[in-house]
């Protein structure tokens, strides 16, 4: 069988970071602003007064204390409450082919290589920025790979079915030193309107550099024991952007073409899925819950991870065990998973097995079980 592993990880993290206690002064001026601006049709009855953002309920219900983002000036103006994103010509690098760059730089010295080892890019992002040419094959051609390239969308769940497909291109022997790449600027498609959404999202570019075991140098590696993905439908998490909003008869609400989400049903409905998935996944490898050392789940709520952490092993974990990094980077996404395990997987031991998984919109879920072999 060949063997496909992990040799580099890479993590670009804005400057910008926005607080709670900032997100809510904005918000709330801004509420107050609508309020007063529908006051009539409030008093009518025709339609509801949006209420204030609470800074205690968001640490509570999430665990998020803090995001990154791309423009945080855009973010706070109340009269905005959007990123300040420059229009790129042509001959421009775009934006998210630019966040990438520090990443790759960090995961291909991780993986010591060169860009012109990399013969094959997989771009997997919540959004990507236009429809095309793909963000992958512009990197590509800004970094100087060889190969081929795509982008991909499976919303949170984008770097693991990246990486799943990265680890068949290796396998079937169609790509030598894959590049999964999850640029993720959530905050031009998050709902910073409502309190419900506003706190949710925070933006992050992460890494994976996978090849053969054989052709491997790197310190540290990781062996991709195995890939596992699922899907199933659900409208609880949806945004319908998309190029078809213009020829569309009716206008849609401004509130349906950015991230929305029933968060109750979705904490409900994929918990429990993706503990079955970790266990199933286990199961199939022949190997015990309490052989896994760490679990670098998707980072969207705190309590989340805890019940799905729960459902596999049977008790509450550590954060050793499944770390967070949601309290400074909120979700982040596809990243958030790669973004626990850049930064918590240098202590493990050789021979130690850990679980990346990600879920999100789809539904989907995916994971990927690893084992330090080198390092
Ligand atoms: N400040 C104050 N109140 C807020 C608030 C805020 N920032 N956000 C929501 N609320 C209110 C709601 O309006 C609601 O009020 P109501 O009862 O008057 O309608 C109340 O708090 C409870 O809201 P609810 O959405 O039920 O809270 P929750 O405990 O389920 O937590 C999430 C909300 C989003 C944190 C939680 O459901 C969650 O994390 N779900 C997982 C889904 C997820 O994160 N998906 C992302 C993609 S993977």
């Known amino acids: 069988m060949v063997e496909t592993v992990i040799t580099g990880t890479g993590l670009f993290t804005p400057e910008d970071s926005i607080s709670n206690a900032e997100l809510v002064r904005s918000l709330t001026e ?36 803090s995001r990154f983002v ?26 998210q082919a630019e966040m990438t760059l520090p990443a790759i730089q960090e995961a291909l010295t991780q993986a010591g290589h060169n860009p012109e080892d990399v013969d094959a890019i997989i771009v997997g992002a919540s959004n990507i920025q236009r429809a095309y040419p793909a963000v992958a094959i512009e990197i590509q051609e800004a970094i100087g790979a060889g190969g081929w390239a795509y982008d991909m969308n499976v919303a949170c769940s984008s770097a693991t079915f990246s990486i799943q497909a990265a680890v068949d291109a290796l396998k ?46 790197a310190s540290e590696q990781w062996a991709v024991l195995g890939t596992k993905l699922a ?97 400074t980077y909120a979700n982040t996404s596809s990243a958030g998973s790669i973004i626990a395990f850049h930064k918590n997987r240098t202590d493990l031991d050789l021979g130690e097995k850990g679980v990346i998984c990600s879920f999100g919109a789809g539904y989907s879920v995916g994971s990927i079980v690893v084992e330090k072999t080198t390092g």
């Open 30 to 65: 801004a509420t107050e602003t609508w309020n007063a601006e529908h006051a009539s049709q409030i008093e009518e009855g025709t339609l509801l007064a949006r209420q204030p953002p609470v800074e205690e309920f968001i640490f509570k219900a999430s665990g998020i204390k």
């Open 70 to 95: 791309m423009n945080k000036e855009g973010v706070l103006d109340p009269t905005r409450l959007r990123p300040i994103l420059e229009t790129r010509s042509e001959d421009q690098l775009s934006i």
């Open 231 to 327: 899907t199933k439908f659900s409208n609880n998490i949806r945004n319908d952007f998309g190029f078809i909003n213009s020829s569309e008869i009716d206008q849609r609400d401004p509130h349906e073409i950015v991230f929305r989400q029933s968060g109750q049903r979705v904490f409900k409905e994929v918990c429990p899925m993706v503990s079955a998935h970790i266990r199933d996944h286990l199961q199939t490898l022949e190997l015990e819950p309490a052989e896994i050392r760490r679990f670098w789940l998707h980072q969207a709520n705190l309590k989340m991870n805890q019940l799905i952490a729960k459902g596999v092993l049977g008790r509450v974990p550590d954060t050793t065990e499944a770390p967070v990094i949601l309290d």
């Open 172 to 217: 079937s022997g169609s790509a030598n030193c894959v590049l999964v790449i999850n640029p993720e600027i959530t905050s031009a498609h998050n709902n910073f309107e409502l309190r419900d959404f506003h706190f949710i999202f925070g933006d992050a570019c992460t890494v994976t550099v996978l090849e053969r075991a054989i052709d491997a140098v």
